[in-house]
């Protein structure tokens, strides 16, 4: 089993950054994928970002790319997303995301573990 931890979010302005944290744990020997995701209401859960395990290859959404970096600190034992140049669209419930599969995928359905999410406001 798998448990992961989120923490960051809060609400900011436009412009602004934030950064989101996730830890493992439990047998997380087994992760080949740390993933973020998040869902807008009234929307479906969409791919943000993800990272192997190992930390050296990273995957962005479009929508991210440029503005958002996905990382591993070793130290602290976390993923950690970066979020700079927030707009208000970026405002959703972010979800970190496990995947024991060796093989990448942006389909949510191919996670088998989930964080409890939290909350990204932008908003002036």
């Known amino acids: 089993q798998v448990q992961l931890v989120e923490s960051g979010g809060g609400q900011v302005q436009p412009g602004a950054s934030l950064k989101l944290s996730c830890t493992p744990l439990g047998r997380t020997f087994s992760i080949q994928y740390m993933a973020w995701f998040r869902q807008a209401p009234g929307k479906e859960r969409e791919f943000v970002s993800a990272?192997?395990?190992?930390?050296?290859?990273?995957f962005y959404a479009d929508s991210v790319k440029g503005r958002f970096t996905i990382s591993r600190d070793n130290a602290e034992n976390t993923v950690d997303l970066q979020m700079n140049g927030l707009k208000p669209e970026d405002t959703a419930t972010y979800y970190c995301?496990?995947?024991?599969?060796?093989?990448?995928?942006?389909?949510?359905?191919?996670?088998?573990?989930w964080g409890q999410g939290t909350q990204v406001t932008v908003s002036s």
């Open positions: 995301a496990a995947d024991l599969s060796p093989y990448y995928s942006r389909n949510r359905k191919s996670y088998d573990y």
């Open positions: 990272i192997t395990s190992n930390g050296q290859n990273t």
